[in-house]
């Protein structure tokens, strides 16, 4: 099986776009959406309603900023900036919309992975995973293979064998027997490696290789539109540098 994981989309019609053309090209026969399809980019509503109209088979988990337009998160422990875009952003979804995030749930299961967008040490906190230490409280709950996360917009995999966590990064890596993994699948619409490309990952089942992939998009367009919605500045800035 070949599948597809993406992450933290977070209003960026545009990043989101070069997605879409990828699946079709690959040709995957599952894709997993990765959560945080909303907040800090200015076309939230097209992200959600592109989401929704896929013509090919989509599983989801709910990111942060998706609980926080729903207000199923509290928003004063989000950064002044963070905060603004959601509350713009619950301003510019109707109903539709608000009804297919709340369908995501928390935590989703398939074959040998499961996928949450911070970690599975209680997911409705949407705990960072930043280090060895917080990927071993991931691990410590994983009962398969894979776990796949977000949320930190940063591209890397942890390994973890009997007496060791070890982290990976790169293009490519080949699972090894008797280790279990946490890839964290980068960010689509707001990458915070110095890349400012869309980033996703994909897994191949068979051959056992979690591979990473950079889209280009039209950065300069989705920026605009930032600076043109009055949202703050630095949120059109970061795309240009991928921080
Ligand atoms: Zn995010």
């Given at each position: 099986m070949k599948y597809v994981f993406f992450s933290?989309?977070?209003?960026?019609l545009e990043a989101l776009e070069s997605v879409i053309s990828f699946l079709r090209r690959e040709k995957p026969d599952f894709s997993v959406f990765v959560g945080d399809a909303v907040g800090y980019g200015a076309d939230p509503a097209g992200v959600v309603s592109l989401l929704q109209a896929l013509p090919f088979p989509l599983s989801s988990v709910a990111g942060n900023h998706d609980w926080a337009v729903l207000g199923?998160?509290?928003?004063?422990?989000?950064?002044p900036m963070a905060r603004e875009a959601v509350l713009w952003t619950a301003d510019r979804l109707r109903q539709c919309h608000f009804s297919f995030l709340e369908s995501f749930p928390l935590v989703f299961g398939k074959d040998e992975f499961k996928v949450v967008h911070g970690s599975l040490y209680r997911p409705d906190r949407f705990y960072y995973i930043f280090s060895s230490t917080d990927a071993r409280r991931c691990f410590d709950l994983l009962q398969k293979k894979i776990c796949f996360v977000g949320h930190t917009h940063c591209p890397g995999i942890y390994a973890c064998g009997k007496n060791a966590v070890r982290f990976f990064s790169g293009e490519h890596l080949r699972l090894c027997r008797g280790w279990r993994y946490l890839v964290?699948?980068?960010?689509?619409?707001?990458?915070?490696?110095?890349?400012p490309r869309a980033c996703l990952c994909s897994y191949d089942s068979v051959k056992e290789i979690v591979s990473y992939h950079r889209l280009e998009y039209n950065i300069a367009s989705a920026a605009a539109k930032i600076r043109k919605a009055g949202l703050p500045l630095f949120l059109a800035e970061r795309l240009l540098l991928g921080c």
């Open positions: 933290d989309i977070h209003g960026n199923k998160t509290d928003i004063d422990c989000f950064n964290n699948v980068g960010s689509v619409g707001q990458p915070r490696d110095r890349d």
